[in-house]
């Protein structure tokens, strides 16, 4: 089986490294560049053309939304996973509107970034199941 490829997109390299060590952990995972800023992450996905991006929100230069929103204009079939520390209703819905395919909280992160990695790459939709479902976009 062919390995998920991921790029990690946060500003703070301890996150960046916490991120690759959690997925390190993962058989089918494989970490193939990391960006500590939005407009790196953008120039790395592509080049690299990787399955699935993990994009902080939070990040100077470009924050991850604009970010989200031009890898997706130019990679569509690069997948996108938000992991932020914000669970607010905004962010979650303009984040899918620009492309995302999933949502998580860094708070969860250890338990459910790899569901959303690989639900993201199966074509589905994954949030935390702390974010309560009125957030959806309608």
Known sequence: MKAIRILIADDHALVRESIRAILANQGDM??????????????????????????????P???????????????????IVILSMHVNAALVQ?????????YVLKRRATEELPDAIRAAVQGEVFLSPAIPPSYLPR
Not at 35 to 59: F, K, R, W, Y
Not at 94 to 102: E, F, N
């Open 30 to 59: 494989e970490i193939v560049a990391t960006a500590g800023d939005g407009s790196e992450a953008v120039q790395l996905a592509l080049t690299h053309q990787p399955d699935v991006v993990v994009m902080d929100i939070s990040m």
């Open 94 to 102: 303009q984040a899918l509107r620009m492309g995302a395919r999933g």
């Open 61 to 79: 230069s470009m924050d991850g939304l604009h970010a989200t929103e031009l890898i997706h204009r130019a990679q569509k079939e690069t997948n």
